[in-house]
C-alpha cells in the first residue's frame, strides 16, 4: 500500500521544503517510486530545488484544483537529480509561481476534498509507493486535512523558542486527528548543541519520537537551493542523518 508523508511546519523557514526534496530523493534512489505535492500554494519554491523553470509548467497544482487538467498532468518527472540514477522514479506537483495564480487562490480558495482526491489519484495512476506533501506553514484547513489522511507527520521544527511553542500546537493538533505516525525533525542545529541530549530532551517535551537531528551545514547555505544536497553531498553529515530518517519513518 502506498504510504502518505505530510511534512510540516508551524512556523516558515524552518528549511521544511529541503528536508521534504531530500528525504524524497532519497527514497527514490531506493528503487521507490516518490511523488512531491508542493501544497504551499501560497508561496510555492520546492521546484526551485527541482531546477523546474515556471515557464516550462504547462500544468500546476492550480489547474488541477480550477478543473482545468488532470491530476496526472501536473506531475513532472524529475527523477534526473536522483544520483545515482536508479530504477526509482521522482515526481513533482509544483504550485504555480504566476502572481495571478496566488492572488486567486488567496482571494477565491478552492475545493479542499478536490485536493484530497487528487493525492488518491496520484497514488494510483502514478503507482507512486510514498508521497510526500509539502504543507503551508502553520495552521489552515488544508493544512489540517492533509495531516489528517497522512499516513506518516514530519513535523520539522528549530532549536527555537518560537518553534518550539507552535510545534507544541502542531503536536496536539495531531494527536486530535489521529495521525498513524507522528516524528520529530530538529533542523539547523548549530554544533554547539549536543545533538544527542537535544533529541531525549526534545522527544521527552513533546512526548513524540525524534526522527532525526540535522546539523546546520554552511554548504546547505551555500547551494542555495540550486539543488538536491543529499544527491551532491552525499557524505555530508546531514545526508546521513536524513538518510537515518527514511530508515526510521519506512521500517
Not at 101 to 110: E, P, Q
Not at 179 to 185: K, Q, Y
Request: some cysteine; aromatic content about 6%; glycine content about 6%.
Amino acid at each position: 500500500m502506498p504510504k502518505i508523508i505530510a511534512i510540516h511546519s508551524f512556523r516558515g523557514g524552518t528549511g521544511k521544503s529541503n528536508t521534504t526534496a531530500n528525504l524524497a530523493c532519497l527514497l527514490a534512489q531506493k528503487g521507490q517510486r516518490v511523488g512531491i505535492v508542493d501544497t504551499d500554494i501560497q508561496s510555492p519554491g520546492i521546484h526551485v530545488l527541482f531546477n523546474l523553470d515556471p515557464r516550462e509548467i504547462s500544468c500546476s497544482l492550480n489547474d488541477f484544483l480550477w478543473g482545468k487538467c488532470e491530476i496526472e498532468s501536473a506531475a513532472y518527472d524529475v527523477s534526473k537529480m536522483i544520483e545515482p540514477q536508479t530504477d526509482g522514479k521522482l515526481f513533482l506537483i509544483p504550485s504555480s509561481i504566476r502572481t495571478g495564480d496566488i492572488a486567486r487562490v488567496l482571494h477565491y480558495g478552492y475545493d479542499i476534498n478536490l485536493l484530497k482526491e487528487g493525492y488518491q489519484k496520484l497514488t494510483e495512476r502514478l503507482s507512486l509507493d510514498y508521497l510526500f506533501i509539502d504543507t503551508h506553514p502553520g495552521l489552515n484547513e488544508e493544512t489540517l486535512m492533509s495531516i489528517a489522511i497522512a499516513d506518516i507527520l514530519l513535523i520539522i521544527l528549530r532549536p527555537d523558542q518560537q518553534d518550539y511553542q507552535g510545534t507544541a500546537v502542531t503536536v496536539e493538533v495531531s494527536r486530535q486527528l489521529e495521525v498513524p505516525g507522528m516524528f520529530l525533525i530538529v533542523n539547523k542545529v548549530p554544533d554547539v548543541f549536543a545533538h544527542e541530549e537535544l533529541a531525549v530532551k526534545v522527544a521527552s517535551t513533546y512526548q513524540c519520537e525524534v526522527a532525526g537531528v540535522l546539523p546546520h551545514a554552511d554548504e546547505m547555505m551555500t547551494l542555495a537551493s540550486s539543488g538536491i544536497f543529499s544527491m551532491q553531498y552525499p557524505d555530508h553529515a546531514v545526508s546521513r542523518e536524513m538518510d537515518k530518517i527514511i530508515q526510521r519513518i519506512t521500517g
